[in-house]
């Protein structure tokens, strides 16, 4: 069975450039949740959706930060501008239902210069 | 500061020694979660406990959920290079909130 699948898996580009995640959850899933992991401030959760609808978005940092999932089977976490700080691994996570048990992707590294 | 505090962050053990990792929180948790992550990848689940006081054991790994919900253990038997890895425990509080720890570091050398 596939697993999460998220692209890129690296992604490097200069600081005020436009940056898009993309995720695939498992299908069947019906929770999906986008995360930040830093040495710093380890994993951190940003934003969590629930039948395609954001129900918690607490996490995300400040405006240039913006997720959708305009269905089931695909989600997309934006950054726009992007700044040197924005460079972390990205996890998309998805479940059946609710906080567990996720099932996480391999990440988006992400790398702004 | 986080929520949930792992202890300790780092940890380099020979292959055969035996290991604790703890998680501690002032909160009272409705569940939580063991997860380890390799690099690379992303963190993959392992265990979740709800009950306090609950054990549970995955082969050489055994979990413990405090008697108040707001700590938990994983223990190690026999330490193997394959253990190696960041462990990260997560707990859902009783507003529907979800958190990870700090995360500790394995190294177990051959």
């Known amino acids: 069975d596939a697993g999460v699948i998220q692209s890129p898996r690296h992604e490097v580009t200069e600081m005020g450039q436009e940056v898009t995640l993309r995720c695939k959850p498992i299908?069947?899933?019906?929770?999906l949740f986008w995360y930040r992991q830093t040495m710093m401030r380890g994993l951190e959760l940003l934003i969590y959706?629930?039948?395609?609808?954001?129900?918690?978005d607490s996490g995300m940092p400040e405006d240039r930060f913006s997720a959708k999932m305009p269905n089931a089977s695909f989600s997309t976490l934006k950054i726009q501008p992007s700044e040197p700080r924005d460079s972390a691994v990205y996890f998309c996570?998805?479940?059946?239902?609710?906080?567990?048990?996720?099932?996480f992707g391999d990440g988006t590294r992400l790398s702004i210069l | 500061t986080q929520l949930l505090e792992q202890s300790p962050q780092f940890l380099s053990i020979q292959e055969g020694e035996n290991l604790t990792v703890y998680c501690n929180s002032s909160?009272?948790?409705?569940?939580l979660q063991w997860y380890r992550q390799e690099p690379g990848e992303g963190p993959v689940l392992l265990v979740t406990?709800?009950?306090?006081?609950e054990v549970k054991k995955l082969k050489r790994l055994t979990f413990q959920f405090g008697d108040a919900r707001k700590d938990s253990s994983l223990h190690i038997t026999a330490a193997q290079p394959g253990d190696t890895g960041l462990y990260l425990c997560?707990?859902?509080?009783?507003?529907?909130?979800?958190?990870f720890g700090s995360g500790t570091k394995l190294n177990v050398k051959p």
């Open positions: 997560a707990g859902e509080d009783n507003f529907n909130k979800f958190y």
């Open positions: 996570a998805s479940s059946i239902q609710g906080w567990q048990p996720q099932h």
């Open positions: 406990v709800v009950t306090g006081g």
């Open positions: 959706f629930n039948n395609n609808v954001p129900i918690d």
């Open positions: 909160s009272v948790f409705s569940s």
């Open positions: 299908s069947g899933h019906n929770s």
